[in-house]
């Protein structure tokens, strides 16, 4: 059964940095890569990046690029989600997820992990 | 990169067939045939339904079909049930900057 399990919810002050991270389990992490998606409450889902489970390659949105670290640790099988220099527009559930693609991005993702909630605020 | 256009909201009866649009440009589903669908409960993690425009991962239901013409691609859901009502979210692949965009979601209420 292939999991991913999050860290758990973050509050944080603005223009500080947060890291969650992904847990995987029931696959060969470096077979596939992890892509992190966000949902505003209430809103729609916004892809983030992905980063590749085998050689650490990533690719970033060009919105977050200038604040968003993506990295794995192939010795845990985990994945980690840096975002730095937060506002309050990154209030957000932040979702991790198996994504097929090694080299580059797959065209799909799934499963999902459970999501982790950041909140950001003064 | 401009999210893709689904309709808010959609409805229909249990036993009915409701169809989801999801509408891009040349630069994402109108070239590459890399199209998802998702499905979310509320307070729940997305859940993939379609892969590659048309292909449903083992455990999906039958009922629900993807599909793509020109710069649009669909979702349909046969035979609607009272566990279908969620949200449903369209993804495609971004040539221009190789990424990913998703669709602003559908509501779909089950009458």
């Known amino acids: 059964q292939v999991l991913l399990e999050q860290s758990g919810p973050e509050m944080k002050k603005p223009g500080t940095s947060v890291k969650v991270s992904c847990k995987t389990s029931?696959?060969?992490?470096?077979?596939?890569?992890v892509t992190w998606v966000r949902q505003v409450p209430g809103q729609g889902l916004e892809w983030m990046g992905w980063?590749?489970?085998?050689?650490?390659?990533?690719k970033y949105a060009e919105n977050v690029q200038d604040r968003l670290t993506l990295t794995t640790d192939t010795s845990t099988a985990t994945a980690y989600m840096e975002l730095r220099s937060l506002k309050s527009a990154d209030t957000a559930v932040y979702y991790c997820?198996?994504?097929?693609?090694?080299?580059?991005?797959?065209?799909?993702?799934?499963?999902w992990g459970q999501g982790t909630l950041v909140t950001v605020s003064s | 990169q401009s999210a893709l256009t689904q309709p808010a909201s959609v409805s229909g009866s249990p036993g009915q067939s409701i169809t989801i649009s999801c509408t891009g440009t040349?630069?994402?589903?109108?070239?590459?045939?890399?199209v998802s669908w998702y499905q979310q409960h509320p307070g729940r993690s997305p859940k993939l339904l379609i892969h590659?425009?048309?292909k449903r991962p083992s455990g999906v239901s039958s009922r629900f079909s993807g599909s793509k013409s020109g710069t649009t691609a669909s979702l349909t859901i046969s035979g609607l049930q009272a566990e279908d009502e969620a949200d449903y979210y369209c993804?495609?692949?971004?040539?221009?900057?190789?990424?990913?965009?998703f669709g602003g979601g559908t509501r779909l209420t089950v009458l």
């Open positions: 993804c495609s692949y971004v040539g221009s900057s190789a990424s990913w965009v």
């Open positions: 040349k630069d994402d589903v109108g070239t590459y045939s890399f």
């Open positions: 980063v590749s489970g085998y050689n650490g390659h990533t």
């Open positions: 029931g696959y060969t992490f470096v077979n596939y890569g």
């Open positions: 590659g425009v048309t």
């Open positions: 997820a198996r994504d097929p693609g090694v080299f580059l991005g797959g065209d799909y993702f799934d499963p």
